[in-house]
């Protein structure tokens, strides 16, 4: 009985850690400060590691899964949106090392 309370209570701690690191994280991004903004994101994933915690979709598809930083949309990624008829990506682009990601979405229908 106790054992799962202590779980979730343990498992939501973990998430707000990782949204509070995750926030500083583009904080030291925006003030040129890579090396710190890379060591809040060590600190987010070993964190969901250690209580098997999964990220938010938001979160994790916003780091860079090759050198660890932040992708901010002008700063550290360029964002590109690309289709060819039956389907379409989002590409982010790492400009610290290159890394590319690609994530499929669902055009909106265009209404008439």
């Not at 779980?7 to 690191?21: G, Y």
């Not at 400060?33 to 994790?60: F, G, M, Q, W």
């Not at 289709?83 to 790492?94: A, Y």
Request: net charge positive; charged share 30%.
């Amino acid at each position: 009985m106790h054992s799962k309370k202590n779980k979730r209570i343990v498992k939501d701690l973990a998430i707000q850690r990782i949204q509070w690191l995750y926030k500083l994280s583009i904080n030291a991004v925006r003030r040129n400060d890579t090396e710190l903004a890379r060591r809040y994101v060590n600190l987010i994933l070993s964190i969901s590691r250690k209580a098997n915690v999964r990220l938010p979709k938001l979160i994790k598809r916003s780091i860079c899964r090759n050198c660890n930083i932040p992708l901010i949309p002008g700063a550290t990624a360029k964002v590109r949106l690309r289709s060819d008829g039956k389907s379409s990506w989002i590409i982010i682009k790492c400009l610290k090392c290159g890394w590319i990601h690609r994530y499929p979405y669902k055009p909106r229908k265009k209404v008439q």
